[in-house]
């Protein structure tokens, strides 16, 4: 685990669910918003966020899920990543909470801890096969499958910009007492789907043009000056 190191002018793979609608803390307009605050003033900035209870226990648990997890899965896990890696220049760009390596041919099957939402039966790896992970830590109840905005859309985007993985994996720790695993293959029609929502931001950026949809104070264009018109 390493602190943030990518880029702040670019969208990256924390923001994705802001820009599917899904991050009830931020709207998209506030996203947008943070973005033209680096060229024009008159645009507020996102407020800086610290930390609370709930990240410090995220960050001191996440060693500790990528190690299980690799346990679990027969890897090897390399948890202190300082690559950033990408998906086209100056467009996406990603970290990687860890990177999974198979210690021997192997077929993985669904457990109790060991899940595949997309149906699959198993996950054959040769020695030597990536898998992207992707550590949380929630307060929920233990799912079927986490939610889009816990882990999967983030993990996804990885994958678009690390293609050597060869599976995806997003590890959930619930309530502080029990892992699932949840196993994913490249999701090609989500991953084309943040892609095209990227675009979409980047387009709107440059026309400084507010998306319609986020709140009904929202819904208005505003030019260069930040006037609602």
Known sequence: MVGKITREDIITGSKLPTLFGLNKYTKRNALLRS????????????????????TDWGNL????????????????????ITDVYSFREDFF????????????????????????PQGQTCATLK???????EAKSTQHYIEDAPALERGVLQAQGQHLCYQKAKWIVVAVLYRGSSLRL??????????TDIIKRIEEFYSRLKGCLLYTSDAADDSLRVDLGGRRI
Request: hydrophobic fraction near 35%; charge should be negative.
């Open 35 to 54: 973005y033209l605050n680096f060229k024009h003033y008159e645009y507020q900035p996102l407020p800086k966020f610290n930390g609370n209870e709930y």
């Open 61 to 80: 648990l996440e060693p500790l899920i990528l190690q299980k997890s690799g346990e679990l899965l027969n890897c090897y896990v390399n948890s202190q």
């Open 93 to 116: 760009e990603v970290s990687l909470d860890g990177i999974m390596t198979s210690a021997q041919d192997q077929t993985i099957y669904p457990s109790e801890q060991i899940i595949f």
């Open 127 to 133: 020695t030597g096969d990536q898998l992207i992970v």
């Open 182 to 191: 949840f196993v994913y293959e490249p999701d090609k029609a989500m991953q």
